[in-house]
Nanobody, 116 residues
Framework: QVQLVESGGGLVQAGDSLRLSCTVS?????VGWFRQAPGKEREFVGR????????LYTDSVKGRFTISRENARNTVYLEMNDLKIEDTAVYYC????????????WGQGTQVTVSS
């Protein structure tokens, strides 16, 4: 019922900004962003509510990253500012479908590489 596709990753320098996009098909309660660096566990970045638009962020990105959605509500963005080398990871968007209560749907991931 839900499909997600991420885009916008690339190579940037420390201190730069980058915006990732997640195109969402199907009804969702939440759309979240996660990231995974090589050899590390998947990390929750933040999420946006499909019903209220409220956002929540993990402490490590709070103040630098912003999750938003376009008016049509079919695209969710992750705006990343003041990128650091440690932000390098594959970034995934994921969705909690309506009534599911858990992240069951995942995009394919997009690589973000931050260099000095």
């Amino acid at each position: 019922q839900v499909q997600l596709v991420e885009s916008g990753g690339g190579l940037v320098q420390a201190g730069d900004s980058l915006r990732l996009s997640c195109t969402v098909s199907g009804p969702t309660d939440f759309v979240g962003w996660f990231r995974q660096a090589p050899g590390k566990e998947r990390e929750f970045v933040g999420r946006i509510s499909g019903s209220t638009g409220s956002t929540l962020y993990t402490d490590s990105v709070k103040g630098r990253f912003t999750i938003s959605r376009e008016n049509a509500r079919n695209t969710v963005y992750l705006e990343m500012n003041d990128l650091k080398i440690e932000d390098t990871a594959v970034y995934y968007c994921a969705a909690i479908g309506q009534g599911d209560g858990q992240y069951l749907y995942w995009g394919q991931g997009t690589q973000v590489t931050v260099s000095s």
